[in-house]
C-alpha cells in the first residue's frame, strides 16, 4: 500500500520538471547577441542607433570560421530600439552573453551615457561584468567589424579586455558595474577604454575620461599606459627610459599601486607605484655598472611622466584615480568637506613615488 | 551535539540575503545603520545567552512545554499563535523574495508561481517531517553550502574592484549618526539564529553544555558587516542604493574566469535555494508544531515513522498562504513587509527573553504549575 502510494508521488513528482518546458525557448529559437552598440543618428526624432551583432551557430571550431550577422535599427530610446529590432530578425534575442557594449563616440558626445547606463543597468540578463567601451570612429564600425581570428563570434573583443585573452598593457578594462559605480559616486569619475578598428581586428589603446556625462579627455596611447599603471595597477607592463641609441626597457611582471593625501590646507596627492620587471631591452653590461642607479633613474623618469599626466587629468576637471573619494574618507564627517575639496582639487600638487626594482637583466649581462 | 545548535546560527547568519536585511541596511546606509551595529551585536549575544542558557535548565523541552509548565492553557496557547504566527510569515516572506528573484534572474519567461510551486511542495514536504528529520536535513543542506558561499564571500572580500574608501566613507559617516531602531531590529536579525532551540530543544539531551557561546557575536559579526559592506564596497557609496537585488548585482559583478560558468550569480542563487529551502522548512516546522501544541491531546513526539495527516494539513495551508501572498503582493510591497516583519520579530523576541528570564526566577522559587519531571525517550507513532 505504502510503496503503491510512493509510486504514484514519484510519477506526479517527475511531472514537475516537464512543467519548465512550457515556457522555455530552446536554445535553437535564440538569437546570442555578441556585442551591441549604440550610436548617435542624426535625426532628432529617433537618435539612437541601436546594432547588434548577432552569433549564427556553427558546428565545426576553428579559427575564421565564426559567422555573425549585423542588425541596426534607429528609435527614439534604445530600449524602442531592441524590442523593434525583433521585428527584423527571426529568434528571439539572448543578451545572456553578450559582454561587449560599444558607446558610439559623437553619442557619448551628443547626448552622453547616462541613458545608454540605465538601459543596461536595467536589464537583468546583461552581465554585471561586462566590458564597456567607446567606439571610434563609431560604435557600428566596431561592431560590424568580423576579425579573421574569432574562433567563436565576438570572442576576439572580450579576449581583448582583462587578463584572459591576450594582456595588454595600453587596454583599459571597465567593466559595467564600475562604470555605474562611477557614473554615481562622488570623487571618482569614469574612464573608457577606445576601441577602433586597425587592419583586421581591434585597436583599443586609447582611454577617455569622463565626467558624470561627457568625455572630458582622451588619453593617447603612452597616457593610456601610464594610467593603467598607476591608478589599476595593472601587470604585464612595460616602462621605457629614453637612451641613446635605443631605449632602456623594462618589462613590468608587477606593478602595485596606492593614492594617499598628504597636508591638510594644502594638499599633496601622493601616489606610490611599486614596479618590478626585467630589462627586456638595454646596452650590454648597462644593469651590473649601476643597478641602483639604474632603478632610481627609471623611477624619476617614471615619476616625471606620471605627474605629467596627472596634472592633465586634473586640469580636465576630472578624478579617475579616486582622490576625491580618498578625500571624504579621510576626512570623517566633517560638514562641507566635499565643497572644500571641490576648491582644493584644481590646485592640488602631485607626487608620484615610483620605486622600480630590477629583478635581472634577462638571459644576458 | 552541540553543533546542530551552531548549524542554526551559522544559517541564520547566512540567509539575511532573503529577508532583505542587507536592503533595509543600505537604505539607511547614511543615517545610523552603522551605529546600530554595536548595539544589535551587544543584544544579539545577550539574547543568545539567555536563550541557551534557560534551555539549559530544560533539557528535552521545547518552549509550548514550558508554557505548560508555568502558565495557565490559555495563556500558553495565545502566545503559542503568536509564535505561529511570527514563524510562519518568515517562510512566507523567504519563499517569496526568493522565487521572485530566481524568477528574475534565472527564467524570467517562466511564470512567477511555477518557481513557486516547486519551492513550496519542496518546502511543505521537508517542514512537514519529523523535527529529528528536520533537523537532519538542515544539516547536510548546510554542509553542502556553506562552504561555496564562504568562498563566494571570501572571493568578494578579497576582489580588487572592492573600493576601500567607500567603506571606510560608509562607516565613518555612519558610526557618528544616531542609531537608528529599524536598523538595530534589521540588524539583530543576523544573530537570531539561536531562536529555533526553542522547538529544537526537545532533540537536546539532558547532558547537553552550551560550550563555545563566545562564537556567536563572531560569526553574527562576520555575516552582518560583509552583507552590509561588501555591496558598498562594490558598487559605491551612492550607485549601491539604486540596486533592488542588491547582492544578486554584487555576486554578478565577481567572475569565475575559468569556471564552467562564468558568471557567480548562478552559483548564488543555487545556493540560496538551498539555504532558503532549509529556511522555510525550519521555519514552517517550527510553526507547525507550536500549533499543534495548542491541542490538548498534542504530545510532543520528535520521531515518529509515520508523521500525522496534521503536519500535511497545516504545512499544506501554509504553502497556499503563500500563494496567496504572491497573488495579492509585488516586490515593492515585499520590502515592506519584510521590514515590518523584521521589526515585529525583534519586539517578540524581547518580550520572549523577559519571558524566559520571568521562568527561571518562577523555577528558583517554586512557582512552577506542574513539575517538569524527565520524560521518556519520544518517539511513539506507529512501530515507534
Known amino acids: 500500500?505504502?510503496?503503491?502510494?510512493?509510486?504514484?508521488?514519484?510519477?506526479?513528482?517527475?511531472?514537475?520538471?516537464?512543467?519548465?518546458?512550457?515556457?522555455?525557448?530552446?536554445?535553437?529559437?535564440?538569437?546570442?547577441?555578441?556585442?551591441?552598440?549604440?550610436?548617435?543618428?542624426?535625426?532628432?526624432?529617433?537618435?539612437?542607433?541601436?546594432?547588434?551583432?548577432?552569433?549564427?551557430?556553427?558546428?565545426?571550431?576553428?579559427?575564421?570560421?565564426?559567422?555573425?550577422?549585423?542588425?541596426?535599427?534607429?528609435?527614439?530610446?534604445?530600449?524602442?530600439?531592441?524590442?523593434?529590432?525583433?521585428?527584423t530578425v527571426d529568434k528571439e534575442l539572448e543578451f545572456g552573453h553578450c559582454r561587449e557594449f560599444i558607446l558610439g563616440r559623437k553619442l557619448i558626445e551628443k547626448d552622453g551615457f547616462d541613458n545608454a547606463m540605465q538601459w543596461l543597468s536595467r536589464r537583468r540578463d546583461i552581465q554585471s561584468v561586462s566590458n564597456v567601451m567607446i567606439g571610434e570612429p563609431d560604435a557600428f564600425s566596431v561592431v560590424s567589424l568580423q576579425p579573421k581570428s574569432e574562433r567563436y563570434p565576438g570572442n576576439s573583443l572580450f579576449l581583448s579586455f582583462g587578463n584572459e585573452g591576450t594582456e595588454a598593457a595600453h587596454t583599459v578594462t571597465t567593466y559595467l558595474f564600475d562604470l555605474y559605480r562611477r557614473l554615481y559616486e562622488t570623487g571618482l569619475d569614469p574612464v573608457l577604454p577606445v576601441a577602433s578598428l586597425f587592419r583586421d581586428g581591434y585597436r583599443i589603446d586609447r582611454a577617455a575620461v569622463l565626467d558624470k556625462q561627457k568625455t572630458r579627455l582622451y588619453l593617447d596611447p603612452d597616457e593610456t599606459l601610464l594610467l593603467n599603471m598607476t591608478a589599476f595597477g595593472v601587470d604585464n607592463t612595460i616602462l621605457a627610459l629614453p637612451d641613446e641609441p635605443v631605449n632602456v626597457v623594462l618589462a613590468a611582471t608587477h606593478t602595485n599601486s596606492k593614492i594617499n593625501l598628504k597636508g591638510g590646507e594644502d594638499p599633496v596627492a601622493i601616489v606610490n607605484v611599486r614596479i618590478e620587471g626585467f630589462l627586456e631591452q638595454s646596452p650590454p653590461h648597462l644593469l651590473e655598472k649601476d643597478w641602483g642607479?639604474?632603478?632610481?633613474?627609471?623611477?624619476?623618469?617614471?615619476?616625471?611622466?606620471?605627474?605629467?599626466?596627472?596634472?592633465?587629468?586634473?586640469?580636465?576637471?576630472?578624478?579617475?584615480?579616486?582622490?576625491?573619494?580618498?578625500?571624504?574618507?579621510?576626512?570623517?564627517?566633517?560638514?562641507?568637506?566635499?565643497?572644500?575639496?571641490?576648491?582644493?582639487?584644481?590646485?592640488?600638487?602631485?607626487?608620484?613615488?615610483?620605486n622600480v626594482s630590477i629583478q635581472g637583466s634577462g638571459l644576458i649581462r | 551535539?552541540?553543533?546542530?545548535?551552531?548549524?542554526?546560527?551559522?544559517?541564520?547568519?547566512?540567509?539575511?540575503?532573503?529577508?532583505?536585511?542587507?536592503?533595509?541596511?543600505?537604505?539607511?546606509?547614511?543615517?545610523?545603520?552603522?551605529?546600530?551595529?554595536?548595539?544589535?551585536?551587544?543584544?544579539?549575544?545577550?539574547?543568545?545567552?539567555?536563550?541557551?542558557?534557560?534551555?539549559?535548565?530544560?533539557p528535552g523541552l521545547g518552549l509550548p512545554e514550558?508554557?505548560?509548565?508555568?502558565?495557565?492553557?490559555?495563556?500558553?496557547?495565545?502566545?503559542?499563535?503568536?509564535?505561529?504566527?511570527?514563524?510562519?510569515?518568515?517562510?512566507?516572506?523567504?519563499?517569496?523574495?526568493?522565487?521572485?528573484?530566481?524568477?528574475?534572474?534565472?527564467?524570467?519567461?517562466?511564470?512567477?508561481?511555477?518557481?513557486?510551486?516547486?519551492?513550496?511542495?519542496?518546502?511543505?514536504?521537508?517542514?512537514?517531517?519529523?523535527?529529528?528529520?528536520?533537523q537532519f536535513t538542515h544539516e547536510v543542506l548546510l554542509i553542502v553550502c556553506t562552504p561555496i558561499i564562504l568562498w563566494i564571500l571570501f572571493k568578494a572580500l578579497f576582489s580588487n574592484w572592492l573600493d576601500w574608501d567607500a567603506i571606510r566613507l560608509i562607516a565613518d559617516a555612519g558610526i557618528r549618526q544616531p542609531p537608528s531602531a529599524v536598523c538595530l531590529f534589521a540588524s539583530s536579525f543576523v544573530f537570531s539564529g539561536h531562536m529555533n532551540i526553542t522547538l529544537f530543544n526537545r532533540l537536546n539531551p539532558r547532558d547537553l553544555k552550551f560550550r563555545l557561546r563566545w562564537t556567536i557575536p563572531i560569526v553574527g559579526t562576520f555575516f552582518l558587516l560583509v552583507s552590509f559592506f561588501v555591496p558598498i564596497g562594490f558598487h559605491g557609496t551612492q550607485a549601491v542604493g539604486n540596486y533592488l537585488y542588491v547582492w544578486s548585482v554584487t555576486t554578478d559583478s565577481l567572475q569565475m574566469k575559468y569556471g564552467f560558468i562564468q558568471r557567480v550569480l548562478y552559483l548564488f542563487l543555487l545556493l540560496y535555494t538551498f539555504l532558503s529551502l532549509v529556511f522555510v522548512m525550519n521555519t514552517w516546522h517550527t510553526g507547525m508544531e507550536f500549533f499543534?501544541?495548542?491541542?490538548?491531546?498534542?504530545?510532543?513526539?520528535?520521531?515518529?515513522?509515520?508523521?500525522?495527516?496534521?503536519?500535511?494539513?497545516?504545512?499544506?495551508?501554509?504553502?497556499?498562504?503563500?500563494?496567496?501572498?504572491?497573488?495579492?503582493?509585488?516586490?515593492?510591497?515585499?520590502?515592506?513587509v519584510a521590514e515590518i516583519w523584521l521589526v515585529t520579530r525583534f519586539i517578540i523576541e524581547s518580550i520572549l527573553i523577559a519571558l524566559l528570564i520571568v521562568f527561571i526566577v518562577m523555577k528558583k522559587k517554586g512557582y512552577m504549575k506542574r513539575s517538569d519531571e524527565p520524560r521518556l525517550p519520544q518517539s511513539g507513532g506507529a512501530g515507534g
Open chain 1, 293 to 354: 642607479g639604474l632603478e632610481r633613474k627609471m623611477g624619476k623618469h617614471f615619476s616625471e611622466e606620471a605627474e605629467k599626466l596627472l596634472y592633465k587629468i586634473r586640469d580636465a576637471g576630472v578624478d579617475p584615480y579616486g582622490f576625491g573619494l580618498h578625500y571624504l574618507a579621510d576626512h570623517h564627517n566633517e560638514k562641507g568637506r566635499w565643497e572644500k575639496w571641490k576648491r582644493l582639487y584644481p590646485d592640488i600638487r602631485f607626487e608620484v613615488r615610483a
Open chain 2, 66 to 134: 514550558i508554557y505548560k509548565l508555568f502558565l495557565p492553557v490559555w495563556l500558553a496557547n495565545c502566545l503559542n499563535m503568536i509564535g505561529v504566527v511570527i514563524w510562519c510569515t518568515a517562510g512566507i516572506i523567504v519563499l517569496f523574495s526568493y522565487s521572485n528573484t530566481v524568477g528574475i534572474f534565472f527564467d524570467p519567461e517562466a511564470s512567477s508561481y511555477l518557481n513557486l510551486a516547486i519551492m513550496a511542495a519542496a518546502s511543505m514536504w521537508a517542514a512537514s517531517r519529523t523535527s529529528r528529520s528536520v
Open chain 1, 1 to 87: 500500500m505504502i510503496r503503491k502510494k510512493t509510486l504514484v508521488l514519484c510519477l506526479m513528482l517527475t511531472l514537475l520538471p516537464a512543467l519548465g518546458g512550457c515556457q522555455l525557448k530552446d536554445i535553437d529559437k535564440r538569437y546570442f547577441v555578441v556585442s551591441t552598440g549604440f550610436d548617435y543618428s542624426d535625426n532628432p526624432k529617433t537618435p539612437y542607433r541601436v546594432s547588434l551583432r548577432l552569433a549564427l551557430p556553427s558546428s565545426k571550431v576553428e579559427e575564421g570560421g565564426a559567422m555573425s550577422v549585423v542588425q541596426t535599427v534607429d528609435a527614439a530610446s534604445i530600449a524602442e530600439a531592441v524590442r523593434h529590432l525583433k521585428s
Open chain 2, 1 to 58: 551535539m552541540i553543533r546542530y545548535y551552531f548549524y542554526h546560527i551559522f544559517y541564520v547568519g547566512m540567509i539575511n540575503i532573503m529577508v532583505l536585511v542587507p536592503y533595509v541596511l543600505i537604505s539607511h546606509r547614511f543615517d545610523g545603520a552603522v551605529s546600530s551595529f554595536p548595539l544589535a551585536i551587544a543584544v544579539g549575544t545577550l539574547y543568545s545567552y539567555v536563550t541557551s542558557s534557560f534551555f539549559q535548565r530544560f
Open chain 2, 292 to 336: 499543534k501544541a495548542c491541542f490538548k491531546k498534542y504530545k510532543p513526539y520528535t520521531d515518529e515513522v509515520n508523521v500525522p495527516a496534521i503536519n500535511w494539513w497545516v504545512c499544506g495551508v501554509l504553502a497556499g498562504l503563500t500563494f496567496a501572498y504572491a497573488y495579492f503582493t509585488n516586490d515593492i510591497f515585499n520590502r515592506i
